[in-house]
């Protein structure tokens, strides 16, 4: 089985992952994700920085409603995870599930590294692969 992005256009697959933002063409304003639609005319792709900073964040304790969310567990299997802001210097703030353990090491300014991580199974029991930051080593 192979992986799927979670959404078209949101980010690019391979060892070297990128967020796709856009660059609004009259003043060069950079925004996430990559707007779509008539919209996107005014903008074009632009592969943001795998590397940011930690701006804010907070633990999710409670498995949120669904829809909007897709998760695979559910009541019993739910188990908390850290959500934050990650701030892509000279870019945007980028909201994101961040990968750690321990909630405790997350601090404001820690450096943050873009990875891809599975979020569910497809249908056809292929990886759906979401974006989100960990602790830069």
Request: hydrophobic share 40%.
């Amino acid at each position: 089985m192979g992986a799927v992005a979670i959404a078209n256009g949101l980010f690019t697959m391979g060892e070297a992952p990128r967020l796709i933002g856009g660059r609004r063409k009259d003043d060069d304003r950079i925004v996430f994700p990559m707007p779509t639609g008539a919209e996107g005319a005014l903008y074009e792709p632009v592969e943001l920085s795998p590397r940011g900073a930690l701006w804010s964040f907070t633990v999710q304790r409670f498995r949120p409603k669904s829809p909007p969310y897709a998760g695979d567990d559910d009541e019993r299997s739910f188990k908390p995870f850290a959500l934050g802001y990650v701030e892509l210097p000279g870019e945007v703030i980028v909201e994101a599930r961040l990968l750690t353990d321990d909630f405790t090491s997350l601090r404001i300014g820690q450096p943050m590294d873009l990875v891809l991580t599975p979020f569910r199974k497809a249908a056809d029991g292929s990886d759906v692969l979401t974006y989100a930051f960990r602790p830069a080593a």
